[in-house]
C-alpha cells in the first residue's frame, strides 16, 4: 500500500517535498515512480528510482530541479520539488513495482494535489 503526501498551494518558483510511504516487508525492493495528471491532460512519468535508490531517471521537463530519492528504513520515497512552475500543476502519484525501473507497477498510491501559482 502507498500512501502520497506533501502537496500544496505554492507560488512560482517555491519548493515542495512529496512523500510516498510505503507498507509491506517488500517494499524496500520495489522500484518506485512519481506521475502526475494536470487536468484535461494524460497522465505522465516524472521519476523514477530504483530498488536501492542507485538509479534515478527524470523526464526532461524536471532535469535539474526535482529530485527523486528513497529511505528504505523508513520505506518512504521522496520527491524534492525546487523552482516550481505552474505548468507543474498536477495531481502527484507515486507508484511501486519490482519492474517499476521498466514502467511495470504493481502498486498505485491515492495522488497528492501540487498547485503552483503565477
Known amino acids: 500500500q502507498l500512501q502520497a503526501s506533501g502537496g500544496g498551494l505554492v507560488q512560482d518558483g517555491d519548493s515542495l517535498r512529496l512523500s510516498c510511504a510505503a507498507s509491506?516487508?517488500?517494499?524496500?525492493?520495489?522500484?518506485v515512480g512519481w506521475f502526475r495528471q494536470a487536468p484535461g491532460k494524460e497522465r505522465e512519468f516524472v521519476s523514477v528510482?530504483?530498488?536501492?535508490?542507485?538509479?534515478?531517471r527524470y523526464t526532461d521537463s524536471v532535469k535539474g530541479r526535482f529530485t527523486i530519492s528513497r529511505d528504505n528504513a523508513k520505506n518512504t520515497v521522496y520527491l524534492q520539488m525546487n523552482s516550481l512552475k505552474p505548468e507543474d500543476t498536477a495531481v502527484y502519484y507515486c507508484?511501486?513495482?519490482?519492474?517499476?525501473?521498466?514502467?511495470?507497477?504493481?502498486?498505485w498510491g491515492q495522488g497528492t494535489q501540487v498547485t503552483v501559482s503565477s
Open positions: 507508484a511501486a513495482g519490482v519492474r517499476g525501473w521498466t514502467n511495470e507497477y504493481d502498486y
Open positions: 528510482i530504483n530498488w536501492n535508490g542507485a538509479l534515478t
Open positions: 509491506g516487508r517488500t517494499s524496500s525492493s520495489y522500484a
